[in-house]
């Protein structure tokens, strides 16, 4: 088949050759371009909204300077104008190479999809940067004043080896008295509001799908996944289940969604809970679904889950039995510090945990609400204290049987010691890692809160 395009682009070819359809849904057909760089969507007539060209269109207009966001952002390129001689509507998109990338739905579906991750030589490490890519491709959407409408894990494809998702079927963007709504999203991923009828899709919807996707990435479960029956009609009780009744399924005093084996080690065949995750992340959560689950004003904002997944990557630890990476449980009484997916608890060697301050105001540093995990071996980044991209090597943590963790700094520092005595390090000079230690870095630093002896 020949499709004749529109586009404001020049690496779009005028006329393209297709093959297919390689899917048929209630939106239209999806062809594969025989180049292969490219994916063409075509409407089917008979369920074609009034004015869905104009609006591909201002679709296509906003997405005309993305820069760096094109890698992440599967932004539509062209319109179809005919296909072999006849006139009908329809997108072009540039076609992402499956594999790498696969449907994210390939990988979270279950913990069964996990375990087979696992197998082909995946960790969770690999599904938290999967979920802060998410994070990041939706915040950049936001930040253009556009919601999606229809987040969910089908319409984002991840390279799991190296972490990347990218968000596919931009179509249907809602940008308030630009773009009006025009579709509804996936049930299980759609605000309660959306699935009652009482609101149409816009950010703070998107926001609610996106903590959806977050959990369901790091947990391999919906977090509102209905466990009662409220309606013998099997429509009508679904949308019950994530509408009008729609229940955390770890809400603190309601557990009628509550999965069985809650809390076990995942490999145990267990359910894993939001209390695996650091202390910031546990607060998005119970601000989604506790808070924001009725209140759409409450729930977090995709740049605050962005930021809070980049720092929960310098909390992680190694199991020694399974080898998977998960967050250090410093906030549980030590013996009970154990890994979610075997349960081995965490031995000797424990890692060194510091707190991150910031100086504020008359040059005090003030804690900033997040931790540090840190073993033998590990460097210490300048991003792991302030959050920018920047790789700068400020140090390196040993451990030395016997004695302890020791830290040995790149350039010039400050320590702190408990009793308020400052002084400047040099250069590879080596300090003992002990409880309430300050290290100071410029605007900057690390206070020892647990030295692993």
Known sequence: MRVTTVSPFPFVPKRLEVEGPVF??????????????????VYHDRTLPPGKEELLRRVLALGKNLGEEASFLCWPVALVREIDGWRRIGVVT????????????????????????????????????????????????????????????????????????????LDGLVVPGFLPPQVAGMMPFMAPEVVMGRETPNQRTDRHSLAVLVFHTLLFRNPLQPLVCYAEDPEEDERLGWGKMALFSEHPLDFRNRPERLGIPLFRRGVLSYCVLPPHLQELVERSFLEGLRSPEQRPLAREWERALFFAFF?????????QYFPY????????????????????????????????????????????????RFHLVAKMLHGQREDETLGEVRWREGEGYVFSGMGHWQVVSPCGESRKVEPGECIFLRRNLLLVFGDFALRVEEDGL
């Open 24 to 41: 048929v849904g209630g939106e239209g057909e999806v062809y594969f371009s025989r180049c292969g760089n490219f994916v063409v969507k």
């Open 94 to 169: 540039k076609r992402i190479p499956r594999p790498p990338f696969r449907e994210l739905v390939d990988y979270i579906f279950s913990p069964r999809e996990f375990k087979r991750a696992v197998e082909e030589g995946a960790n969770w490490l690999n599904y938290l940067q999967v979920a802060h890519s998410i994070t990041r491709t939706v915040a950049a959407l936001h930040g253009k004043g556009c919601a999606h409408a229809d987040l969910h894990f089908g319409n984002f494809l991840v390279d799991i080896r190296k972490g990347l998702a990218v968000l596919i079927d």
């Open 315 to 323: 909390e992680l630890w190694r199991c020694l039995k399974c080898a």
């Open 329 to 376: 449980p410093y906030w549980m009484p030590l013996p009970l510090r154990r890994c979610p997916f075997c349960g081995e608890t965490v031995r000797r060697p424990h890692p060194v945990v510091c707190s991150v301050l910031e100086r504020k105001g008359q040059g005090v540093l003030v804690a900033a609400k997040r931790k540090i995990v840190l073993g033998h």
